[in-house]
């Protein structure tokens, strides 16, 4: 019935995620409100860490992207399901580190990492810096040496493989700002550099080829594509890869018409490809490393707003205005994101309206979806958009001044605030 297991109705009519009662949770908390489903995020890691023990003997690691959804509970409960972090900026490193995950366990992507950001990634000894480019590669090298360190380091390579939600392409993909291309030869270029210099150890590869992906054989020919590279280092330069990151990507159903592969038939076939593939090009097995993040949390998450105006422009449309909007959820104006929405007091009635969600912020594209089946809904009534816990915290902003919105978590039956909501005060606090 709904794009989430965690999602259900109520004897009261009422939306609930992990089985608590959503418009109760609205009023204990206030409105808008991001709520996210622990055991269902839980039951997600549980799954791609067993899909790896399952299809390559656990011979892998699975790192959270937390870009999707970054606090410390969240770095803690990847600690506990025994992943490792995938962050992409100073402060989601300080994030993690704050949170003391195990800093052998994060990988620090970034297509321009600052000085101060590399510093810190020595500093705290990430488990591998996942290396953009040649300027990055000479200053996180002088970096390490000034410090007397060897730092782990990965390349990001860019495999000619572009894919979006429902098809793919192999183009040169040269035009990235992420990585080394591999036809031009800049990657293994990259090896030679890297094999000099004594402050870094090349460890592994890295691709990732697009979001929101259902298919799973772009995927199949990127992991083909690297073992080849793989193959390529060690016939030039004796080197042996160690590890193959694969990145993130997997879909999720955002609509009801959207069907994601399961996590385990994607590993099953990408681990086979793997297999064959080296077992061809006579390499040693890499470790494999994956970097979900919509796909862990995107579907365990719901945003509960209270409707204010109600206006029916007749012969055009009825704009459903929330408390909320772009600030909290910059996907539709974005990229035309859609979602399913409902009402959350009124989730047994049947969805008889077609409306378009209007956000509270000083902007006539600040929506949250047009042509949207909801029921029909007047002031006061919570409004639920679903599949919102990626990429939504995290990109929120304070337009307007709006403060970002309290996260709740619930698990068995019980609800805890995971992120306060922010304060008037909290606006004005960097102000001089
Ligand atoms: N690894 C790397 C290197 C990435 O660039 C990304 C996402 C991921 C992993 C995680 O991908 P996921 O499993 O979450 O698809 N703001 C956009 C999504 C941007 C994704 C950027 N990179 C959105 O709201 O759809």
Same mark, same amino acid.
């Given at each position: ?268 076939? !990408? @681990? ?8 061809? #090009? +006579? ?7 994956? *970097? /979900? %993040? ?62 378009? !969600? @209007? ?8 929506? #949250? +979806? ?7 809904? *007047? /002031? %006061? ?52």
């Amino acid at each position: 019935m709904f794009v989430s297991d965690s999602l259900n109705v109520n004897e009261k009519g009422h939306l609930t995620i992990g089985g608590v009662d959503s418009v109760d949770l609205a009023k204990k908390y206030g409105t808008p409100l991001y709520i996210l489903d622990e055991d269902g995020i839980r039951a997600n890691c549980k799954a791609y860490v067993k899909s790896i023990e399952d299809n390559y003997g656990g011979n892998g690691l699975v790192l959270y992207a937390s870009k999707a959804f970054s606090c410390m509970e969240m770095c803690r409960i990847c600690d506990d399901e025994k992943m490792g972090l995938d962050v992409v900026s100073g402060g989601e490193l300080y994030t993690a580190h704050r949170a003391e995950f195990p800093m052998d366990r994060v990988y620090f992507h970034g297509n321009n990492k600052t000085q101060d950001e590399l510093s810190m990634a020595v500093e705290f000894g990430v488990g591998a810096v996942i290396v953009d480019n040649l300027t990055e590669l000479e200053s996180l090298a002088k970096i390490a040496e000034d410090a007397g360190k060897v730092v782990n380091i990965m390349f990001r390579i860019k495999p000619g493989i572009d894919a979006h939600t429902h098809n793919f392409i192999r183009t040169g993909q040269i035009d990235s700002k992420f990585g080394f291309a591999l036809e031009t030869g800049e990657a293994m270029d990259a090896v030679k550099e890297a094999v000099k210099l004594s402050s870094v150890n090349l460890v592994g590869v890295h691709c990732h080829i697009g979001s929101q992906i259902f298919d799973i054989d772009p995927f199949v020919l990127a992991a083909e594509v690297m073992c080849k590279f793989i193959a390529d280092v060690k016939a030039e330069t004796g080197l042996e890869i160690e590890k193959l990151n694969l990145g993130g990507g997997f879909g999720i159903k955002y609509l009801e018409s959207d069907e994601p592969v399961p996590y385990g038939d994607y590993m099953t076939k !990408v @681990a086979d490809a793997i297999k064959a593939a080296c077992n061809d #090009l +006579g390499i040693k097995l890499p470790a494999i490393l994956i *970097e /979900p %993040g919509r796909s862990i949390i995107g579907s365990e998450g719901i945003t509960v707003y209270t409707v204010g105006a109600v206006k029916n422009i007749p012969n055009i449309r009825t704009y459903v205005s929330v408390d909320g909007g772009m600030c909290d959820n910059p996907r539709y104006i974005l990229y035309q994101s859609q979602y399913e929405m409902l009402c959350a007091n009124k989730a047994n009635e049947e969805k008889t309206e077609t409306v378009t !969600v @209007a956000g509270k912020c000083c902007e006539s594209g600040d929506l #949250l +979806g047009e042509n949207v089946k909801i029921q029909k809904v *007047e /002031p %006061g009534d919570n409004l639920a958009v679903l599949s919102t816990g990626a990429y939504n915290y995290s990109m929120a902003s304070n337009y307007n001044r709006i403060p970002k919105p309290c996260s709740v978590m619930v698990s068995g039956g019980k609800d805890r605030v995971i992120i306060k909501r922010e304060t008037y005060s909290d606006l004005t606090r960097n102000d001089i």
